[in-house]
């Protein structure tokens, strides 16, 4: 089914709510200072019925210039419009201001109403709605139909509902039922019994009874309590339907219009963008570096500095790339589109498209500015993912950031990485998350060249530890493990605890380091189970450098040629196999062993028994209990 937002449009006094009225029956002026003064303030809401059964919402926005940011809030989300003009006063101000704004929003779906139709002569009729068209001429609405109506006579009223429905059935569906679901907020109150509820346009996906959801930005999550589509109880609304919110843990005073309410999971907000901007012609004044000015989004406005990073300004009517610095933080995607006006609020200074949600702040005038620029502005969907691995400061981000750039379908975005992925463009790793294929290619690169540089330089370390590596490489905690544990897999490293070497490496000692090697072996050997402390050993033997002896003698404990009993109690591998074997051969005749009757077996003293035995205990091989051992049944 169908689901689409009618708006309307037009200036003060135009017959715009009476329009809705005589098309709907509903009256959308609510206030009571709106029915004294015949003045729409506020957004009104109505829907329209359709031939098929099911209803289009209907949004009535004030023509007044005083409540233009209101126009801007019910503009957002307009599928189809009704530009109205009074066939007697013909197009006025508000009527041209708010073409502009149409037609920067992207509105391209409309009807020209020239209403009160019955207090004109025809000629007079045929005069402004050729006025009225001419206006179109050059905007997104250029060509739309023309139709002459009356609401107090109901003049046109049956041929306007009959193109209405033509207009809604002719537009394509472009909103995702099954992307992200933003709602901005444009009515918020507190209902006795229930708390706080909202309304709003959902913009793209669903929204369903007790799914929880944040509010921005704020940052408060909430649950749906329940839910109204056209003033109708409902389990879910869709892309392109008014809804109303019953929301469950927040207060009504802790909204307001502006907010926005989406998935808690994609609650990242931004305070700096880059976008392309348009300058309307009708601006009375270039648009100069620093401005001050109002940035709208969906029903937000906030204050915002324009950063003109090409030129000093940018003339009426003309385009420009730029930076959007915000005052207040808010939520948006590529694509969303805004309006721009001045601080004072008394002109529209013109709108655009978001580029990069989240843009870092770039240097004016130079070459690497201009070029990530365009970049930016040209990029389809698969330049833009590119551009998001190749500029984001991880390596590895999560799949669903990406919506904040391309806010497609679930489907559609996997569709656009699974044809990087064949075209071997981006890395798909475990959890959902990806890397371009050339970053991670230069990072494997770097990686596997600073442990080289290591092997050469350290050539008798069995390998480098791996922190220290990953800060050398300056790569965060996951982009380094999954790098890692890629290389391994294609056994280029290999991971032994926390060091990490070459496959091809191998422990070469020099002439120098061999000569010492075979006295520090030797030695040991002819030691057995009491050998002193590593300082005490070093010390017999003054022929070898300190440098050489610590190198080789870790060398060799890399090796597997020496064994660690305890803190600086090492023992030959041969040694070790030998007292072993004594042990467990005397275990196996007798059952137990006391500390004593090992020292004697072994030929040493307690102070080398003791660590001797617990290094076992702790190897799994024997077990204490009470004063004596045994041998571990796995041992066994």
Request: aromatic share 6%; with cysteine.
């Amino acid at each position: 089914m169908r689901h689409v937002i009618i708006g309307t449009a037009g200036h003060v006094d135009h017959g715009k709510s009476a329009l809705i009225h005589a098309l709907t029956g509903i009256e959308t002026d609510r206030l009571k200072e709106e029915k004294e003064r015949g003045l729409s303030i506020e957004l009104g809401f109505a829907y329209f019925g359709l031939p098929d059964g099911s209803r289009a919402g209907i949004v009535d926005v004030p023509g007044h210039e005083k409540f233009i940011r209101n126009m801007l809030s019910g503009a957002y989300g307009m599928d189809v419009v009704l530009l109205v003009v009074d066939s007697k006063e013909g197009v006025q101000e508000q009527t041209l201001e708010h073409l502009e704004i149409l037609d920067l929003l992207g509105l391209s779906t409309g009807i020209l109403v020239m209403t009160k139709a019955d207090l004109v002569t025809p000629k007079q009729l045929a005069e402004s709605s050729e006025i009225a068209q001419e206006m179109l001429v050059g905007s997104a609405l250029e060509g739309i139909p023309t139709i002459h109506v009356s609401s107090e006579t109901g003049q046109g009223l049956d041929a306007l509902k009959n193109l209405i429905a033509q207009k809604v059935n002719s537009v394509a569906e472009v909103r995702q039922r099954d992307g992200i679901p933003r709602l901005y907020v444009d009515r918020v109150f507190t209902m006795q019994g229930f708390g706080a509820v909202v309304t709003g346009t959902l913009i793209s996906g669903s929204i369903q009874r007790e799914q929880r959801l944040i509010v921005l930005p704020q940052g408060h999550e909430v649950r749906v309590r329940g839910l109204q589509v056209h003033n109708e109880s409902a389990d879910r609304a869709y892309a392109g339907q008014r809804t109303a919110l019953n929301l469950s843990g927040i207060n009504a005073h802790e909204i307001e219009r502006g907010n926005v309410i989406c998935p808690i999971g994609f609650s990242q907000v931004t305070d700096n963008i880059d976008v392309s901007l348009r300058v309307l012609s009708s601006f009375p004044r270039p648009l100069e570096h620093w401005t001050r000015l109002r940035f709208y989004l969906g029903t937000s406005e906030v204050f915002c500095r324009a950063i003109l990073l090409v030129d000093d300004t940018v003339k009426r009517g003309g385009q420009a790339q730029i930076q959007l610095r915000l005052e207040s933080p808010i939520l948006t995607f590529r694509s969303d589109r805004f309006i721009v006006r001045d601080f004072s609020a008394q002109h529209t200074v013109g709108g655009g498209q978001v580029t990069n949600p989240f843009a870092p702040r770039h240097r004016r005038f130079t070459e690497e500015t201009l070029e990530v620029l365009d970049e930016w502005s040209r990029a389809d969907a698969a330049d833009v993912i590119s551009l998001v691995l190749t500029q984001n400061r991880d390596l590895c981000i999560p799949q669903d950031s990406l919506h904040y750039y391309l806010p497609n379908s679930y489907p559609t975005l996997d569709q656009h990485l699974k044809t990087l992925e064949a075209d071997h463009r981006i890395i798909s790793w475990g959890g959902r998350l990806i890397s371009a294929a050339n970053r991670t290619e230069a990072a494997e690169s770097t990686l596997l060249g600073a442990l080289g540089d290591f092997h050469e330089k350290n050539p008798l370390a069995s390998g480098q530890n791996s922190a220290q590596l990953q800060r050398q490489i300056e790569l965060d905690d996951t982009a380094f493990e999954r790098i890692v544990n890629r290389l391994v897999q294609r056994k280029q490293v290999v991971k032994a605890g926390n060091l990490l070497r070459m496959m091809s490496h191998k422990i070469e000692f020099s002439s120098e380091a061999e000569g010492a090697k075979d006295k520090i072996e030797q030695a040991l050997l002819r030691l057995g189970l009491n050998t002193p402390n590593l300082g005490e050993l070093e010390s017999q033997f003054s022929d070898i450098s300190p440098q050489v002896f610590q190198e080789t003698f870790y060398a060799l404990l890399n090796l597997g040629r020496f064994v660690k009993i305890a803190d600086g109690y090492f023992v030959h591998t041969d040694t070790f196999q030998n007292t072993l074997n004594v042990l467990t051969n005397y275990l196996q005749k007798n059952d137990i062993i006391t500390v004593s009757e090992f020292r004697e077996l072994a030929d040493t003293s307690r102070k080398y028994a003791v660590p001797f035995l617990e290094y076992c205990d702790a190897q799994g091989i024997t077990i204490r209990e009470d004063n004596h051992r045994r041998m571990r049944k796995s041992a066994e």
